[in-house]
């Protein structure tokens, strides 16, 4: 698989994707997701996106607490702290498939749903201050 299959099928299920750093960015329920894959591996991609906290809105723990979460109650979802220091916080959340084009039209949209619903699930565990 290829990026510019991803980006095919991105425009095909009406997303507006660009090429960023190599890899594909486009927006999804206010979010910006990105898309990868590898010439040394054509049946593996990766859709993610990065959710960026400012250190004085939570805790670590409260971080961690809810990124575990996610991981246990959605499919197929990563996530995993990038960076924690005085300026904040960076979780990544990512889905990672060895598919190909037929199987990745059937599942591209609910990949996306489920990288956003995890990233919601953490700025809601923000939000509450980990009580939720």
Do not use: W
């Amino acid at each position: 698989m290829t990026i510019e299959q991803i980006l095919q099928l991105l425009q095909a299920e009406g997303y507006l994707p660009r090429l960023d750093d190599g890899d594909v960015v486009f927006k999804a329920q206010g979010r910006h997701v990105f898309a990868s894959a590898q010439e040394n591996d054509p049946d593996f991609m990766r859709f993610f996106l990065d959710l960026y906290i400012d250190a004085g809105e939570t805790s670590e723990s409260v971080l961690l607490q809810a990124a575990n979460h996610v991981q246990r109650k959605l499919k197929c979802v990563k996530a995993m702290l990038l960076r924690s220091n005085e300026e904040g916080f960076v979780v990544r959340f990512s889905v990672e498939l060895f598919t190909d084009m037929d199987v990745l039209s059937r599942c591209a949209t609910r990949c996306i749903d489920i990288l956003c619903t995890a990233a919601n699930v953490v700025d809601d565990a923000v939000a509450s201050n980990g009580q939720g």
